[in-house]
């Protein structure tokens, strides 16, 4: 299964619903998109995984990727990612250490109304 | 039960899936590994192929690379087998730690943490003729 990326804006966040396989091959296309919604003015993403079925360290290589390229221009980044076995391959790379993961768009939301910047870095 | 298949793929990105899928099919034909268990297969054989594919590709390599399954009844063990050029397993650079800056600018080399991660066991042998990573994931 490729990957499947769909774009939608929640303002202040553009969220790019990420489903599929997050792999060698998926992962060019996540860098695509990124530099779409970057180009285009985005500089919060919310990368909503919660249909992805697999991500390896070349799905979380392109993740460091997108992280460095928002932090570059004052942006931000946070992850939606209620699966277990996909939270653990970043959790093993120490993504969860640099980066808020939640598991749910509403929790992006619930962190971002409770401020302190929790929504988009691990406090 | 000790199956064994074997599986030859081109050195194409786009074969890695189909690997995952066929590896992962097997698993599950041996009982004693728990799903969560299967995840952590596709997770690692991902890793392995890929970097075969890799090496073939950066030396031009147009022999396949080489998948071999077994599964037991306790085990699943597969070796992944290229040509490629070879590496250094103990040479690898270090990830910088999380909190530097210079962490984000490494969008590669996780893989091989990764697969000691999840694999019960790990070997690599490589040399100037090839590489070969075998993984083993023990029944719970």
């Keep these: ?123 | 039960m000790n199956d064994s298949i074997e599986i030859e793929i081109p050195a194409r990105a786009d074969y890695v899936s189909l690997v995952r899928l066929v590896v992962a099919a097997a698993a599950e034909l041996a009982p004693s590994l728990e799903p969560s268990r299967i995840d952590d297969l596709r997770v690692v054989v991902s890793e392995a192929t890929t970097n075969a594919i890799q090496a073939h590709l950066r030396s031009g390599c147009p022999r396949p690379v080489k998948v071999c399954c077994r599964c037991s009844d306790g085990r699943v063990s597969v070796t992944v087998r290229d040509e490629g050029p070879g590496f250094d397993v103990k040479a690898l650079p270090e990830m910088p730690p999380p909190e530097s800056p210079a962490r984000l600018g490494r969008e590669s080399g996780m893989g091989i943490s990764i697969i000691r991660t999840l694999a019960d066991e790990c070997f690599f042998r490589s040399g100037p003729h090839g590489t070969e990573v075998s993984l083993i994931l023990n029944a719970a």
């Excluded at chain 1, 003015?41 to 990727?65: C, K, M, N, Q, Y």
Aim: net charge neutral; proline share 5%.
């Design chain 1, 1 to 123: 299964m490729s990957v499947t990326i769909r774009r939608h804006e929640n303002p202040p966040w553009t969220v790019l619903r990420v489903g599929g396989d997050l792999d060698v091959v998926g992962a060019p296309d996540l860098r695509q998109a990124v530099v779409a919604a970057v180009a285009s003015g985005s500089r919060l993403l919310v990368l909503d995984l919660s249909e992805l079925d697999f991500v390896d360290s070349f799905g979380i290589g392109a993740v460091v990727g997108v992280l460095k390229r928002l932090r570059q221009r004052g942006g931000d980044l946070a992850l939606v990612c209620p699966s277990p076995r996909i939270r653990r391959v970043f959790e093993i790379c120490d993504l969860d250490r640099i980066l808020a993961l939640h598991d749910s768009i509403d929790g992006v939301a619930e962190a971002e109304r409770l401020g302190s910047g929790s929504a988009w870095r691990r406090p």
